[in-house]
């Protein structure tokens, strides 16, 4: 969709290629309707941007995708996942993760340096988004999320593919006050002083739920370093949000 010089773009990744009816995106910056420091596509309706451009961006990347109607998490910043049915998607309680089954139904999460995450269960044809910031890897949100597929659906983490977003970075991903923010559990990952390797942390994680390594690609681009593709908190406190979106084509 062309808009001045820019179009959208969006990333997908090599582990859905061989899953063609799964759409799916990582949005970058360009082809919406927002200005100023929210420009262009900014897919948030919380951070300032007026709800109609918003509403016009995100008719934007459901058009993009071919997707009837895409859900958008209420997050939190906490650890809660909602499951979407075809009755209950008009209105998401807060959570910052949702899974479906449903064919008809797109799930989204707006993001700026934190991580966004996309299960698929090919066995169940089921799909997630998950937001993580450090308080959702503290709270090891992506556990959360298998366990609930699991107990609600039956998936088994082995067979569950996961694609984590761009997302801070080693090099930028600095908490001075990591000792009250972060449980033990994640010093580990500490690269140099007060900076962490989340890309690290969420791998392992995953892992631990019993996700095999080749199942799981992560982006490796930080959104700092790329403050002209992807919305930056860090890089400037006033800003747009990104949006992952996955869901079945029809």
């Not at 949005?27 to 262009?40: A, D, H, I, M, V």
């Not at 900014?42 to 941007?49: A, F, I, K, T, W």
């Not at 082995?158 to 972060?182: F, W």
């Not at 930080?222 to 800003?239: G, P, V």
């Amino acid at each position: 969709m062309e808009n001045g010089k820019k179009k959208i773009e969006w990333l997908e990744f090599n582990l859905l290629e061989n899953f063609p009816h799964v759409a799916h995106g990582v949005f970058l910056r360009y082809g919406g309707e927002s200005q100023g420091n929210f420009g262009t596509l900014n897919l948030s309706e919380s951070v300032g941007d007026h709800p109609d451009t918003v509403k016009l961006n995100r008719e934007a990347v459901r058009k993009a995708l071919g997707l009837p109607k895409i859900v958008f998490a209420h997050q939190t910043h906490g650890s809660n996942v909602h499951r979407i049915t075809a009755k209950n998607g008009e209105k998401t309680p807060p959570a910052d993760a949702l899974f479906t089954t449903e064919k008809n139904i797109g799930l989204a999460v707006t993001h700026a340096d934190c991580q966004a995450a996309i299960f698929y269960d090919p066995v169940h044809e089921a799909i997630a988004i998950a937001h993580a910031g450090w308080k959702g890897s503290s709270q090891n949100i992506y556990a959360r999320v298998v366990n609930a597929m699991h107990q609600e659906i039956g998936t088994q983490a082995h067979n569950l593919i996961v694609c984590i977003s761009p997302s801070l970075g080693p090099d930028h991903a600095e908490y001075k006050n990591y000792k009250q923010e972060l449980p033990h559990e994640l010093w580990a990952f500490q690269k140099k002083p007060n900076h962490f390797d989340f890309w690290e942390i969420s791998k392992s994680q995953l892992a631990a739920c019993g996700i095999p390594e080749k199942n799981i690609e992560i982006s490796s681009l930080c959104t700092q370093c790329n403050h002209k593709d992807y919305f930056s908190y860090r890089a400037q406190k006033e800003t747009g949000r990104n949006a992952t979106v996955v869901g079945f084509k029809g």
